[in-house]
């Protein structure tokens, strides 16, 4: 039998991992052999504010203590996702109903709280996601209407007090090569940086959907961020293409593609690849755009491994 992901990534000192969810590791024992292919895990959807939520008095941890519990046993690499977002917030935070003052409360709170029930378990976090605005500038958000600019400087403080073990990551898509959003970006972070702030690492998503972002440009972003003494990890990679028009052999492309990004990033210095989900059978992409392939990771709807996954295999092999 081929090695696994796990094998050779675990060879190589690196971590090839996968954004998993509660049901599936608990109903469905195929979905939790391929997870253990890989030797780190991201909660999708399990920890972010909304589904940990239930009311403004109530935390519901019992999917993120089971992914916990999921990457404790199997000796994983474990990334919480994410304190402090724009999306998926519960529906009694929307439509506001809050006073600057409660908000800042109730973020303090749900940082402190989440970042120290999962002390000692989660390896990083993602602090803060998606706060800078495609157009530039900070994302008009609750967050950034209650605080002001400090939120993020705030957030990565509560989170370090609540888990001082923990590496705090700022996390983000569409910045993933150097482009303006990502010049944004590294101007965010120097200034927390200077100010202080415990922030150790940048997140770059890489959902590469339509027109995947040029691996050497990747790389000279990853390297821009380690120079500042950050670390660099890509958290959320999938491969997607245009249905109408794929390239040829598409499959075959992605792996290539897959391949370089795995090579290249490593090179640069980026030691945790992500790809969002387990298998295709789990993707978001189809409940997202329907314009793109169905297929955008490693392993396929039957758990079988794709030209991608034997592509990183064989690299790191
Ligand atoms: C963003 C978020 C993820 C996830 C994906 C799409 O990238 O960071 O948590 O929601 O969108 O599913």
Redesign the pocket.
């Known amino acids: 039998m081929a090695p696994t992901l796990r094998d050779v990534a675990d060879d190589n000192d690196i971590r090839i991992g996968a954004a998993a969810a509660a049901d599936p590791i608990r109903e469905d024992f195929q979905y939790r052999d391929a997870l253990r292919e890989y030797n780190a895990v991201t909660a999708?959807?399990a920890m972010?504010i909304g589904p940990l939520r239930p009311d403004e008095h109530t935390y519901d941890f019992e999917d993120g203590d089971l992914i916990a519990e999921f990457a404790r046993e199997h000796d994983m690499y474990f990334r919480g996702?994410?304190l402090v977002?724009h999306?998926?917030l519960p529906e009694w935070l929307v439509p506001f109903q809050y006073t600057d003052r409660e908000l800042r409360r109730l973020l303090e709170d749900h940082v402190r709280t989440v970042a120290g029930r999962y002390a000692g378990d989660v390896d990083t976090w993602?602090v803060v996601?998606?706060a800078v605005a495609d157009d530039g500038g900070l994302r008009e958000t609750p967050w950034l209407r209650a605080f002001g600019e400090e939120y993020l400087d705030k957030a990565f403080g509560w989170a370090h007090q609540s888990a001082p073990e923990a590496d705090l990551f700022y996390?983000d898509?569409g910045a993933d090569g150097i482009n303006d959003k990502s010049d944004e970006i590294y101007e965010l972070v120097s200034g927390m940086l200077d100010r202080g702030v415990p922030i150790d690492g940048v997140g770059l998503?890489l959902?590469a959907l339509h027109d995947p972002v040029d691996p050497d440009s990747v790389a000279e972003n990853i390297e821009r961020f380690k120079d500042l003494g950050l670390a660099v990890e890509i958290t959320?990679m999938d491969v997607a293409y245009t249905a109408e028009d794929p390239p040829e052999d598409h499959l075959t492309v992605q792996a290539d593609y897959y391949r370089e990004i795995v090579e290249k990033a490593n090179e640069a210095g980026c030691d945790t690849i992500v790809a969002?989900g387990v298998s295709d059978q789990h993707s978001?992409i189809p409940h997202?755009d329907d314009t793109l392939t169905e297929d955008p990771l490693l392993l396929d709807d039957s758990y079988d491994r794709k030209p991608a996954y034997d592509a990183i295999v064989d690299l790191l092999s």
Do not use: G, S, V
Request: aromatic share 26%; net charge negative; glycine share 0%.
């Open positions: 999708e959807n972010k996702h994410t977002w999306n998926q993602d996601n998606e996390n898509y998503q959902h959320e969002w978001w997202f």
